[in-house]
């Protein structure tokens, strides 16, 4: 049986089938954390960070020489980009919320126009950060 140190080798390569495995052998991992955050993609962008940090682990390094320090190292990656996302979201939710605060007292036009300056700011806010 190869180490996983020779299948993420493989993984760098190219090698499909190994990825996969991968994906598979951590898919708990992955679904836990896609659950805690209750977003579409989570698992897709939990599943990407993997298969980044497959490519960018240097298991050439005296550290890596064990599978546990390899596994932990992949474990601590997906957690924070678990954290990460939750942080990104909550920003968006807080932003969610006091528009939304905002539209139930919207009586008048100048508060439309407050509103809409909000929501401006809002989408400039929020495509910096892509």
């Known amino acids: 049986m190869r180490d996983l140190c020779e ?30 955050l209750e977003y579409e993609d989570t698992k897709q962008e939990l599943s990407l960070t993997l ?22 190292y992949i474990n601590k990656s997906i957690i924070n980009r678990y954290i990460a996302l939750s942080k990104q979201l909550s920003k968006v939710s807080c932003y969610e919320s006091e528009a939304d605060i905002n539209l139930i007292y919207a009586d008048n036009d100048e508060d439309v126009l407050e509103m809409y300056d909000l929501l401006k700011d809002f989408i400039k806010d929020l495509l910096l950060k892509l």
Do not use: A, H, M, W
């Open 7 to 36: 299948i993420i080798q493989s993984c760098k390569d190219g090698n499909e089938e190994d990825v996969i495995f991968i994906l598979n052998k951590f898919d708990p991992l992955i679904n836990k954390y896609s659950r805690l």
């Open 51 to 72: 298969i980044k940090v497959l490519q960018r682990i240097r298991i050439d390094k005296g550290n890596f020489t064990e599978d546990k320090y390899i596994i932990s």
